[in-house]
């Protein structure tokens, strides 16, 4: 599974970023079943570590190409594709419940489930020459999954347009309708993804983890909810000793001690 997924510990030179580079190249980094596995196994080390930001790429000519369709019609049975997307699910996920924000890094494709790894990240950064798309849908198979967190970043419209046309769009329109945070030409990629994980990785990362928690908690509750949830969150946040530094350290007008 090592090989499958590289760990690199203080990426681009920041400590506290680490890269995760899903390293299956010649199959444009399908999500197979033995990927599905490295991936959630390594975002599970990650999120229990000391890391403070963490950045998902993708070895060679493509981010990802979603799921392995030849693995996938190998054995067509119900019972095969409940456990596999369950097991896709599951990692997706673990993406979203890590303390650690996490950053797609996208180059050249992110299609089907691909697209959906770009979606379910809590941000994304992606080369000018990358394109997107949920394309099952020209294979008979409408998007299920990956329009779960696609209809969270995107517009109703504008995800729906996506899932039943099947047709890619660049990384500007990606940019435009909610997919990816900045846009970067391709040598220029690397650089852009460092900036702004060294931008996070400078935060609290109290502060960081329990915002991301409360994020995603209040944009699935109703308002009412979601206030009472901002609150207690805050109510916690305000007690952390960091938290107290950067408050005091204002009204002293001075930069913060944080240790």
Same mark, same amino acid.
């Given at each position: 599974?090592?090989?499958? &997924?590289?760990?690199?510990?203080?990426?681009?030179?920041?400590?506290?970023?680490?890269?995760?580079?899903? *390293?299956?190249?010649?199959?444009? *980094?399908?999500?197979?079943?033995?990927?599905?596995?490295?991936?959630?196994?390594?975002?599970?080390? @990650?999120?229990?570590?000391?890391?403070?930001?963490?950045?998902?790429?993708?070895?060679?000519?493509?981010?990802?190409?979603?799921?392995?369709?030849?693995?996938?019609?190998?054995?067509?049975?119900?019972?095969?594709?409940?456990?596999?997307?369950?097991?896709?699910?599951?990692?997706?996920?673990?993406?979203?419940q890590m303390p650690q924000p996490v950053i797609a890094r996208v180059h050249g494709i992110a299609t089907a489930a691909g697209c959906q790894l770009v979606a379910?990240?809590?941000?994304?950064v992606a080369s000018s020459d990358a394109r997107f798309a949920v394309s099952g849908v020209n294979l008979g198979l409408f998007c299920a999954t990956p329009s &779960?967190?696609?209809?969270? *970043?995107?517009?109703?419209?504008?995800?729906?347009?996506?899932? @039943?046309?099947?047709?890619?769009?660049?990384?500007?329109?990606?940019?435009?309708?909610?997919? &990816?945070?900045?846009?970067?030409?391709?040598?220029?990629?690397?650089?852009? &993804?460092?900036?702004?994980?060294? *931008?996070?990785?400078?935060?609290?990362?109290?502060?960081?983890?329990?915002?991301?928690?409360?994020?995603?908690?209040?944009?699935?509750?109703?308002?009412?909810?979601?206030?009472?949830?901002?609150?207690?969150?805050?109510?916690?946040?305000?007690?952390?000793? @960091?938290?107290?530094?950067?408050?005091?350290?204002?009204?002293?007008?001075?930069?913060?001690?944080?240790?």
């Amino acid at each position: 599974m090592s090989e499958l &997924v590289r760990i690199e510990q203080d990426a681009y030179g920041v400590k506290g970023v680490v890269t995760l580079t899903m *390293n299956r190249p010649e199959a444009f *980094n399908a999500l197979s079943e033995a990927m599905l596995e490295a991936l959630e196994h390594a975002l599970r080390e @990650v999120a229990s570590s000391e890391a403070r930001v963490l950045v998902l790429a993708g070895e060679g000519r493509a981010f990802c190409a979603g799921h392995d369709l030849k693995e996938m019609r190998a054995e067509p049975s119900r019972e095969y594709y409940r456990a596999l997307f369950a097991r896709c699910t599951r990692m997706m996920l673990t993406i979203q419940q890590m303390p650690q924000p996490v950053i797609a890094r996208v180059h050249g494709i992110a299609t089907a489930a691909g697209c959906q790894l770009v979606a379910m990240c809590d941000l994304a950064v992606a080369s000018s020459d990358a394109r997107f798309a949920v394309s099952g849908v020209n294979l008979g198979l409408f998007c299920a999954t990956p329009s &779960v967190p696609l209809s969270r *970043n995107l517009s109703r419209k504008a995800a729906f347009e996506m899932l @039943v046309t099947g047709d890619f769009i660049d990384a500007a329109t990606a940019r435009e309708r909610g997919l &990816v945070n900045r846009v970067a030409p391709p040598g220029d990629l690397d650089d852009a &993804v460092r900036k702004l994980a060294a *931008n996070i990785a400078a935060k609290p990362r109290e502060a960081v983890a329990a915002g991301k928690g409360l994020f995603y908690r209040q944009l699935e509750s109703g308002i009412e909810d979601a206030y009472a949830l901002a609150s207690e969150t805050m109510v916690c946040n305000m007690m952390e000793d @960091v938290t107290l530094e950067g408050t005091q350290a204002f009204i002293e007008k001075r930069p913060p001690r944080w240790e």
